[in-house]
């Protein structure tokens, strides 16, 4: 498999236009996760899914982010409109589930709102 | 909720020479698991090692072992035989045995490699 991958490695947008990332879990992960990472904060979950259902969404910062997962095999992190605080590198990972509790993460996406 | 504290923003060790990053944690549960997770500059979170905490026998895997304190909630790192390509961001982190499977980081420790 070719592990957990994202989309695009790099973004770069001015503020109040919308940002859509892309993740594709490995394939037969029934847990989903979309974190995000800056200096001051380190890594927080923003939100997680089980079989395509959203579990925990507490950590979305705010109404501006949003985030599916229409199939097994695909999720998005939308944000819209951004803004310049929202700059940071926003990683997807999943994992198999109980037993199994290992989460695998993607390269992860640098945003860069202007 | 849980929280996971890495007091060592920053760690240096001489290429080939042992090295131990310190985590602790806090937490009311008692069945959960530990990670050391390692994120080189290639950004990518690797896995380096993992204990359950109903298992009192240390995990190791090749030259990393861990120290788990479980009454003293510590969960330290041991590198052995330090290489350069150790040097990265190393991340301890915590999930609950039951019920939410989110990992809980700490703030890292950034661990240099001196040739």
């Known amino acids: 498999d070719a592990g957990v991958i994202q989309s695009p490695r790099h973004e770069v947008t001015e503020m109040g236009q919308e940002v859509t990332l892309r993740c594709k879990p490995i394939?037969?992960?029934?847990?989903l996760f979309w974190y995000r990472q800056t200096m001051m904060r380190g890594l927080e979950l923003l939100i997680y899914?089980?079989?395509?259902?959203?579990?925990?969404d507490s950590g979305m910062p705010e109404d501006r982010f949003s985030a599916k997962m229409p199939n097994a095999s695909f999720s998005t992190l939308k944000i819209q409109p951004s803004e310049p605080r929202d700059s940071a590198v926003y990683f997807c990972?999943?994992?198999?589930?109980?037993?199994?509790?290992?989460?695998?993460f993607g390269s992860g996406t640098q945003l860069s709102v202007l | 909720a849980q929280t996971v504290t890495q007091s060592q923003p920053e760690m240096s060790v001489q290429e080939a020479e042992t090295v131990t990053l310190s985590c602790t944690y806090d937490?009311?549960?008692?069945?959960?698991?530990l990670f050391w997770y390692k994120q080189p500059p290639s950004r990518q979170m690797i896995l380096v090692i993992r204990?359950?905490?109903?298992?009192?026998q240390n995990a190791t895997e090749n030259r990393f072992s861990v120290n788990f304190q479980k009454a003293a909630k510590s969960f330290s790192l041991k590198i052995s035989d330090s290489q350069l390509g150790d040097a990265a961001m190393y991340f301890c982190?915590?999930?609950?045995?039951?019920?939410?499977?989110?990992?809980?980081f700490g703030t890292g420790t950034r661990l240099t490699i001196i040739p």
């Open positions: 990972a999943s994992s198999l589930g109980p037993p199994d509790e290992k989460l695998f």
């Open positions: 394939s037969g992960h029934d847990y």
């Open positions: 899914f089980n079989n395509n259902v959203p579990i925990d």
């Open positions: 937490t009311s549960e008692s069945d959960y698991y």
């Open positions: 204990q359950e905490a109903y298992k009192q």
């Open positions: 982190a915590y999930r609950s045995y039951f019920g939410n499977e989110k990992l809980t």
